[in-house]
């Protein structure tokens, strides 16, 4: 009987626990750089999509906020309709509107001015200050209780007809809405206007 003894199975099984657990601690490594990898490029170009995007947002928040109500495209006066004389005297009034262009916003920008009034029946109507002539601004002349033109001589009655053959139209009329509760009514006290500007010298009324 040999008194050599065959080398026992612990051996092999050690090396292949060492071999292993290397591997797992390999796949590890690999697997947690990859994820940082993922969020070295994932963080900043979701960052820089939110930016990107932003002004689509606000744009999309703007819309849907006007859109109650019926008001998309409206902007609120700084005026009420208890504030418009009840004689018909017209009032002049800025309109003012936060604008965005590109990434940034401007608020409370001037975009343009109009004449309220109240007319014979109680209901308030505006025009665009304009001239539709060649694009000075229209005056309210109590003297003569008219809108005159001083560039150019056009004239307009209270109503915006024009009244000599100077100006190629009547002045432009914008839709108005009385509000309460950020809901058109008829009897509401705020007041929101259409601004637009139209093309001038033509007799047609075409927004720009």
Known sequence: ????????????????A???????????????TGFLSFLLVAVPSTIGGVFFLDP?????????SAGDGGLTGYIKL???????????????VSVRTDQDDAWNRFKDVPVGSIWLRKNATGEIIVFNSICPHLGCSVDYRRSENDFFCPCHASGFDLDGNKTNDIPPRDLDKLAIAAVTDGQKRADGNELWVKFQNFRRATAEKTPI
């Open 56 to 64: 689509l947002i606000r744009s999309r928040k703007s819309r849907d």
């Open 78 to 92: 700084p005026v009420t309709a208890d504030s418009i004389p009840a004689d018909g005297t017209p009032v002049a």
């Open 18 to 32: 060492a071999v292993s657990s290397e591997g797992r601690r390999h796949i590890l490594v690999e697997l947690l």
């Open 1 to 16: 009987m040999s008194d050599i003894e065959s080398p026992g199975p612990s051996a092999p099984q050690s090396s292949s």
